[in-house]
């Protein structure tokens, strides 16, 4: 059997429609799911796959966000600063001091707004798998604000990856030596050839292209001193050739005067790199929790043979049978993000207050432009504990009411109008037509007992997005 056969056109109903708006998006309103029903599956697929067509959200401007927050002192400031430091000159370097806090007070409301409006796009976007993409990447070259500290640079990182969502992955692995940001959190602005700082190498191999077991400690050595001198100035990276070593270097079995985007080319030529992605696409899409190797080498195949083109890959992964088989379906744990916009996205309630949702998925532990480490999150099982299952469904509560512990009396009054949410519904019973609209899983008697036993549309609805089946997709 073909690893991924292709599903017949037929078997395209609403149950694969929700599940295919689930992993390439966010989930969908009924009318949405309505609308992929009518056009197929081709045609679904192709939709979600355009990313240049007419109907998509406009790409965000370079001035969304203000650039010269973070900057550095000009030549006359670091006189006037070594001369402080020389003279023990405390007001002058209380002044110096003082210049730096109020920039760094700005950057962390700057970055409370990008995660805002980062929420803003997901929740708003008429091309929900670039957002989920953008997601995607964001978890797999994981960048911290806590260590970059420039609010700017990471809008420019989001981007970057926005840009090259469904583009070509080499693309994404060469933009990512040059982006300032991870230049800055992986301390390559430091890699120089007199002391060469191994980390940004390290990760490139270990965690962004190949896995564990792919490299020796001496590629990695090799790989640090291709990247030397691989810096930025401002918000643009900067070569630094005084700092870059020049020499011959050995890496994965290439030889050659290589610098940074040598190393990445290298990389790229390595069977495992195209592996490891779609080990990490087929976690993400598919299953969060185990793989099908067989599924994962027909994907490894195709993008090596569409050199490294992420199109082709997903196309093949949602047209085929398995992405709809039991196997895929309800078999992964939706994230902090995917649960609320989710939840905005199908239920269309009101957003009530992004200061409020972004903090909630703070608390449930993903936390948007600070993920914990370089690994990024670790997501499935790690989503779930006593503390974060309470989050989750006050988080819910608060969107589906305005009450709750997130909640100020003025969300209350901003009103969720559940009978025409179901009524977009358009079924006769309304609580099966909920539970197939929210729901991969059917809830066991006692479940279904209960919500049809629930007084209103609204305490139904909360006993279902208070159920494990409604954590899954």
């Not at 609308?35 to 240049?52: C, F, I, K, T, Y």
């Not at 969304?64 to 370097?93: H, K, Y």
Request: charged share 25%; with cysteine.
């Amino acid at each position: 059997m073909a690893p991924l056969r292709p599903l017949d056109p037929e078997r395209f109903g609403p149950r694969e429609a929700k599940h295919l708006l689930l992993r390439a998006g966010f989930g969908g309103s009924p009318a949405q799911l309505r609308q992929l029903v009518n056009w197929g599956l081709a045609a679904s697929v192709e939709r979600l796959l355009d990313m240049d067509g007419a109907h998509g959200t406009p790409p965000p401007r370079a001035d969304e966000f203000a650039s010269d927050i973070i900057t550095a002192l000009d030549e006359a400031g670091r006189m006037q600063l070594r001369e402080a430091r020389r003279n023990q000159n405390e007001d002058a370097l209380d002044r110096f001091r003082m210049r730096r806090q109020q920039m760094q007070r700005q950057d962390r409301q700057q970055i409370k707004l990008m995660q805002q409006w980062w929420l803003t796009r997901m929740i708003e976007t008429t091309r929900p798998l670039e957002e989920k993409m953008t997601l995607f990447w964001h978890g797999h070259f994981a960048t911290s604000y806590r260590t970059t500290e420039n609010s700017y640079h990471m809008f420019l990182q989001n981007q970057l990856f926005r840009t090259h969502a469904l583009g070509r992955f080499s693309t994404l692995l060469a933009g990512i030596v040059h982006d300032p940001a991870m230049l800055r959190y992986l301390n390559n602005h430091q890699n120089r050839k007199q002391d060469p700082n191994e980390n940004l190498a390290r990760e490139l191999m270990e965690l962004f292209s190949l896995g564990d077991g792919h490299y020796s400690e001496r590629d990695i050595q090799e790989g640090a001193r291709a990247l030397t001198g691989y810096s930025f100035e401002g918000d643009s990276f900067a070569f630094n050739a005084q700092a870059h070593d020049s020499g011959h270097k050995k890496i994965l079995g290439r030889g050659g005067p290589f610098d940074g985007d040598d190393f990445v080319r290298v990389i790229l030529e390595q069977p495992a790199c195209a592996e490891f992605i779609c080990r990490k696409l087929y976690r993400f899409f598919v299953s969060g929790v185990s793989e099908d190797g067989f599924v994962t080498a027909q994907m490894a195949r195709t993008l090596r043979s569409s050199q490294y083109a992420l199109q082709p890959v997903l196309r093949e992964l949602f047209l085929s049978e398995h992405f709809y088989s039991d196997a895929a379906v309800a078999q992964r744990i939706k994230s902090p993000v995917e649960l609320v916009v989710g939840a905005i996205r199908s239920l269309e309630t009101p957003v009530r207050d992004l200061g409020v949702l972004a903090d909630a998925i703070e608390v449930m532990g993903q936390d948007l432009f600070y993920p914990p480490n370089v690994a990024g999150w670790p997501g499935e099982r790690a989503w779930i504990n006593t503390s974060t299952l309470y989050a989750r469904q006050n988080i819910l509560t608060f969107l589906l009411a305005g009450i709750g512990p997130f909640a100020k009396p003025r969300h209350a009054r901003m009103r969720f109008d559940t009978q025409a949410y179901a009524n977009r519904l358009q079924h006769n019973v309304v609580d099966d037509a909920m539970l197939d609209h929210l729901l991969s899983l059917d809830p066991d008697p006692a479940q279904r007992q209960a919500i049809g036993e629930a007084r209103s549309l609204q305490d139904k609805l909360l006993l279902i997005t208070a159920m494990p089946a409604y954590q899954l997709c």
